[in-house]
DNA sequence: CCACGATACGGAGGCTTGCTCCGTTTTAAT
DNA sequence: ATTAAAACGGAGCAAGCCTCCGTATCGTGG
């Protein structure tokens, strides 16, 4: 596993962080990995233990929930993923659905997972830091573009893109329903009257406002 | 003369139902709402026992899984959700909009509900086949007034709907966020550009297709 | 190289819950 | 009242969670 560096803190007075703690860390989070991939993000905690070769003590010192071993399981690729929609081509709107579609994907990555989603993506993990904040990137330059309305927060949409994990999580017959899922989001977050061509990017915010009020 | 009861019977080979067999069911549901209500659905099943008076063995022999006894808790109140939803009011697509919060906030009914609400959706249980073919009548009626897209299967969103039920059970923060999750999805039916104010009725599907495919 | 204090390790053990199995009791029919 | 089918009850075992504390290991200063 990556050589994680310390954390922020390094007061002089303290000592070095100890080899066996690097070591354990990193041998725990290889079987979470495999134990979770294997029997989904509710296997048993004591199989992680056993399996990373270590007392069971020592991972609960090490993560002291489950929720801690979970969103530290899942972060590295949650950066990745952040990094690698820099290089989405296209329109905005379609940079967005890949966005999402890799989402889904991601959540799906252990059994269970999808579920929990939505709690990883609010743990402010260094992974679910730059995801949010790739989301909003994304999110805003279609906004700006007036390819979605105005009026759409990211936290609201990174819910729905959890909610479609896990939709698409319990019906695992259709394979093909978490693209129409994403897209049934996308479609809903653009403004109503069609963009017709005279979208310019130059503009700031073309305010097409939704008529629809909420409130009947 | 043997079997004179069984007259009104199907079969003739077969017993009435015990008495202590309805008793106990009904004890049984009673206390699971209680227990639910005030634990979650992930509450001791022992306790959903001790307090219907009954042992354990009689709880596993009516409800084998603490899904069917989830399913059977939940039943009645799924089964008045499609009824009432007869008397909405006002255009196809705010009674779908009603409809879908109604859902939501059935799903919210016990703590923990709204992740095994899919689930419970596809039991097959008299409430749940209700709201399914009520869902089904809302949206296909929207569809044939052009109001909502003609390719949207009501599956596709009813898993939307419970998806967006974890959603929001998640953020308790946020009291308004069902509201926008279920526009966000109403929004996502409808045609692109926008419904022609006549409504047709003789037209089937119409096929105002959103030219989006997937891939590329 | 060694001694020592700080730190981390390990896993036994206490607790909760799930679920099964089978001797006992209740029920409906005769 | 008798009888057999059906249901009841709860002891008991398995599994998992998490804590606690005696023991082992590490980094450091001498």
Redesign the pocket.
Known sequence: MRNRRALLIETPT????????Q???ALLLEAAASVFSERGV????????RR???????????F???EALLVAACDDRLLALAQQSRDYAGTPVRALARFFERIVDHASMYRGLAESFGMVLQSGSPGCHATTEEGRRLLERAQREGEVKSDISIDDVLAMTAAISIAASQSADDEKRIGRLVQMLVDGLRPRLGPSASAKPGGGGKRVISRRTRGG
Do not use: F, Q
């Open positions: 303290e000592r070095a962080v100890r080899s066996d703690v070591r354990n860390r509710d296997a048993s905690l004591e199989e992680v233990a990373a070769k270590v007392g069971i003590g020592t991972l609960y010192r090490h002291p929930t489950r």
